[in-house]
């Protein structure tokens, strides 16, 4: 398919038309990993930027819901969306340990048929979604994107092929921002050892001098 044809293929839906989103669950009290707990809770500091979120034994944290979680539970190809603060990003849930709820802090979208997870979460991180959704924001301290408001929110979908496509892409672009930001720090600690070896090179020299 040429590009117009691709361009042509594509709809424009308000959110709430090409998927279900759901609120999170409110957890009393703190959250803190219980050996006993019935359930995994996945937190903001599980998730990497522009990443589909993968289990891992390191994001181990359980608890036991005071009430009912089944309306709050996750599966893989869900989206989870921060709703709160100032910075509301997404991620599709690629794989997730049975059972995972998430915290209220989100909104746990449900890609209808025809819309891919991965596609989604990379479209409500682009410049245009951020931009409608920093007007969407309200209250002050910890500013709230509403859901209702945010059901609202225009998404262009194309076609299956074409979503599938530029979630890859967006995700090996996310790997190597990842993988140039470890460089980069990996590089400011190399030069910032060198530099006191030579320091230190320096320091004993001066001290020899004197002696």
Same mark, same amino acid.
Request: charged share 25%; aromatic share 6%; no cysteine.
């Given at each position: 398919m040429t590009?117009?044809?691709?361009?042509?293929?594509a709809r424009v839906l308000p959110l709430a038309e090409c998927a279900e989103v759901l609120p999170g669950f409110s957890v009393r009290g703190r959250m803190e990993h219980a050996l006993n707990g019935t359930h995994q809770l996945i937190l903001t500091r599980h998730l990497t930027d522009g990443m589909p979120y993968v289990y891992e034994p390191a994001h181990e944290l359980r608890i036991t819901p005071h009430t009912?979680?089944?309306?709050?539970?996750? $599966?893989?190809?869900?989206?989870?969306?921060?709703?709160?603060?100032?910075?509301?990003?997404?991620?599709?849930?690629?794989n997730v340990k049975e059972p995972t709820i998430a915290p209220v802090s989100f909104y746990i979208m449900r890609?209808?048929?025809?819309?891919?997870?991965?596609?989604?979460?990379?479209?409500?991180?682009?410049?245009?979604?951020?931009?409608?959704?920093?007007?969407?924001?309200?209250?002050?301290?910890?500013?709230?994107?509403? $859901?209702?408001?945010?059901?609202?929110?225009?998404?262009?979908?194309?076609?299956?092929?074409?979503?599938?496509?530029?979630?890859q892409v967006g995700e090996l672009m996310a790997r190597e921002r990842l993988? $140039?930001?470890?460089?980069?720090?990996?590089?400011?600690?190399?030069?910032?050892?060198?530099?006191?070896?030579?320091?230190?090179?320096? $320091?004993?020299?001066?001290?020899r001098k004197a002696r």
């Open positions: 590009k117009r044809g691709r361009a042509e293929a009912d979680p089944n309306s709050y539970k996750v $599966r893989s190809g869900d989206v989870l969306f921060m709703s709160r603060g100032e910075k509301n990003r997404a991620w599709v849930l690629a890609p209808k048929p025809g819309l891919d997870g991965g596609y989604l979460a990379w479209y409500l991180n682009q410049t245009p979604a951020q931009a409608a959704i920093d007007r969407m924001r309200t209250g002050a301290g910890t500013p709230l994107v509403q $859901r209702r408001s945010f059901e609202t929110l225009p998404v262009v979908v194309p076609s299956e092929a074409v979503q599938g496509e530029v979630a993988l $140039r930001q470890r460089l980069d720090e990996a590089l400011d600690q190399l030069q910032s050892l060198q530099s006191t070896r030579i320091i230190e090179g320096l $320091r004993d020299g001066a001290r």
